[in-house]
C-alpha cells in the first residue's frame, strides 16, 4: 500500500503557504488508503478534541462540526476519497484562538492549515507520533514552551516552518535525525544558544532560516562541504561569532545569503567566484576587520563571477583598505550597493560607473578622498547617492545633474568645492539634497529652488554661498526642512520665502541677511523650529510668532531687534527661545533680565 505522506499546516507566510499548498494537493490526490465508509471513529474524536480547545472563533468555522454531517463534510475538512480519513484541514488565518490538542497526533493522514492564527500554548509531544508527516508549518502562531524534541522522531520531516512563535529554549539535537529535510524555517522564534552540530549533518538541506533569534557559538568550518545543497542561508539578526566559514565558498548552489547583524569577526576569505547563481549577499554589521595585513577588500575580486548579483550589503563592517578596482567587474544587474561605516580610504574608483543597474549607492561614513569621479553620470538608475562623511574634494560633478531619478543626494560632510552645479535642477524627483558641511562658494542656483519634489531637506548649510536667497525659492511649497545657515548669505530675508508653508524647521543662522523678519513669514505658521540668529535683523518681533502653536523651538539671538519680548506662546517658556545679544530689546520673561519697556519705546 502506497501510504500518503501527511502534512500540518498551522500557518502561513505568503511564499511558504504557497509552496506548501501545492504540496498539500498533491499528497491529498495519492491517498490510496481504503477504509469503512464510515471513516475512522479515531480521527472524529481528534478532530472533537480540536474543537474544544479552540477558544475563539470570530468567524465561526468551526460551527458546521457538529453531529448533522459526517465530519469529511465539516468546513475546512477534506477526507481520502476511499479511506474517509482526515487528509486536510484548512483554516488558514481564521483568526483562531486556542491550544493545541494533543489527539492531534491521531489524525495520522493529516495536513493541517491553520496559517496566521492565534493559537498557543505548545507543541503537543504527541506530534511526534505522526512519522509519517512530511511537512509541519505552524509558523505565525502564538506557539511557546520551546520546540520539542520528541519532533525528532518525525524522521519522514521534508519541511519544517515555525517562523514567528515565541517558543523560547533551544533547538533540539535530536532534529538532526530529520535525514530527508529540505527546508528549514526557524527565525523569529525566540531561540537561545547554539546550532546543534547535528543540523549540519542534513546534506540534503537547501532552505535553512535562524534569522532574529539569540543563537550564540560559530559555524562548523566545514559548513560548505556539509550543506552542498543549500540555496538559502539566513542566520541574519543573532549573536554568532568566530569566522564566516571560507567553506562557504563552495556552497555552489546558494542564491540567497543573509548573515546580518552578527558577531562574526576576521577577515572575510569568501570566494564568492564559484556562486555564480547568488543574488542577494547582506553581512552588514560584523566586524571583519583583519590583522592589518594587505587589504580587507580583495574578496570583491571573486565577485565578478557572481553575474546575477542584484544585492550586495556591506555596511557597519570594519572593513579596511581600498575599494579595487574589480569593483566595476560586478553585475550589471547588481541594484543596492553598500559599503557604509566602514574605514575604506583612498580614491572611488571610476570603474563605479559601471554598475549600471544600481538604483542606491551607499558610501558614506567611510574615509575616501579624492575627486567624485564623473563616470557617476553613468549611473542612470541611481535613486538614492549618498557620499556623505567622507573627504572628498574637488567640484561637484556637473553629470550629476544627469541622474534624472535622483531622490536622495547627500554629499554633505566633505571638502567639496566650487559652484552647486545647476544642472541640479535636472534632477527633477530629488526630495532630499544635503550639501552641507562643504567648501561650496558662488550663488545658490534658482534652478535648484525650481524642484517642486524637494519634500523633504534642503540643507546647504556650512558652506561659504553669498548673495541674496532667490526669490524662486517660493516654488519650494512642499518642503519640510530648509538650511541656509552658517554661509555668507545677505540682502534682506526674501518675502517670498513666506510661500514655502510646508515649512516645519527654517534656520538661516550665521549668515549676514539684514532688515526686517517679512510680514509673509506669517504664513508660516507650521513651523517647529526657526532660527535666525547670528544676522543682523532688525525691528520689532512681530506679533504673528506668539501665536504659532506648533513653535518649539524660536532663536533671534545676536541680532539687532528691539522692543518689546512678548510673554506668550513660545515666549512664555525661557528654554524654547532666545533673544540674547539684541541689545535694544525690553521686558519679555523676569528670568531674561531685559530692561523694562518705557510706553514712549514700545509705540515706536
Ligand atoms: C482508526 O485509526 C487509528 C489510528 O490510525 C487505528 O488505530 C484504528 O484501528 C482505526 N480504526 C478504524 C476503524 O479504521
Ligand atoms: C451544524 O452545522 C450547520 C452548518 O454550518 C449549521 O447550519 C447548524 O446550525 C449546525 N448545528 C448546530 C447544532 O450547531
Ligand atoms: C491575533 O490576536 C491579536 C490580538 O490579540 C489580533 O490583533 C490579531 O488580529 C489576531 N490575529 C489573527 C490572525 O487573528
Ligand atoms: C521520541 O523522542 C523522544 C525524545 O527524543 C524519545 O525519548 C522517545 O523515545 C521517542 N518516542 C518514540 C515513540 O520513538
Ligand atoms: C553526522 O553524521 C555522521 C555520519 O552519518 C555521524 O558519524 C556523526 O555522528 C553525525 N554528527 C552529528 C553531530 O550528528
Ligand atoms: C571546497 O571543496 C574542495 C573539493 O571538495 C576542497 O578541496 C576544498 O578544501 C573546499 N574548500 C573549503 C574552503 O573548504
Ligand atoms: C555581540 O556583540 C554585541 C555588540 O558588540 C555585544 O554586546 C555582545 O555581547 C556580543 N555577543 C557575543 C555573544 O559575543
Ligand atoms: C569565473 O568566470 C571565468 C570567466 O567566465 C571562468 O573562466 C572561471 O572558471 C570562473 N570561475 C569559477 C570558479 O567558476
Ligand atoms: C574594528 O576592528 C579593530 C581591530 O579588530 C577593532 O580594534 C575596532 O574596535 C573595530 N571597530 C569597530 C567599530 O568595531
Ligand atoms: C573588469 O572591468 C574592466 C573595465 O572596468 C575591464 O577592462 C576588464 O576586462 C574587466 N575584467 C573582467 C575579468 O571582466
Ligand atoms: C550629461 O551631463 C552633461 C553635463 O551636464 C551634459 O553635457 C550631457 O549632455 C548629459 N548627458 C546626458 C545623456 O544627459
Ligand atoms: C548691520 O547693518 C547695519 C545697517 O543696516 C550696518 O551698518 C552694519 O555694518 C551691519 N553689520 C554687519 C555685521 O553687517
Redesign the pocket.
Known sequence: MNLPQAIIYLSSSSLISFLFYCLGILCLTSATVSASYGGNETDYLALLSFKSMITHDPYKVLTSWNHSFHFCDWSGISCGKRHKRVTVLRLYSKGLEGSLSPHIGDLSFLQLWLAQNNLSGSIPKEMGLLSKLGTLAIHYNKLTGGISPFLGNITSMERFSAVGNPFGGSIPDTLGLWKSLKEFYLGECNLYGSIPDSIFNLSLLVTFSLAGNHLTGSLPSEIGNQLPNLEFLQLRDNELAGVLPPAISNCSKLRFLEMSQNNFSGKLTIDFSKLRDIYYINLAKNNFHGRGEADDMRFIDSL?NCTGLVYLGLSNCNLTGVLP??I??LSDQLRFLSLLENQLFGSLPS?IG?LVGLSTLRLELNQFKGKIPTTIGNLQKLQVLSLFSNQFSGPIPDVIGNLSLLTQLNLDSNKLEGHIPSSLGNCKELNVLNLADNRLSGKIPSQLLQLPSLTILLNLSRNNLFGSIPSEIKDLKMLSELDLSYNNLSGTITSSLGECISLTVLNLSGNLFQGIIPSSLSSLGGLQVLDISQNNLTGKIPQFLDKWVSLEFLNLSFNDFEGEVPVVGVFSNASAFSVLGNDRLCGGLVTLELPKCKDVLQKL
Open positions: 565578478k578596482i574589480s566595476g567587474n570603474s559601471s
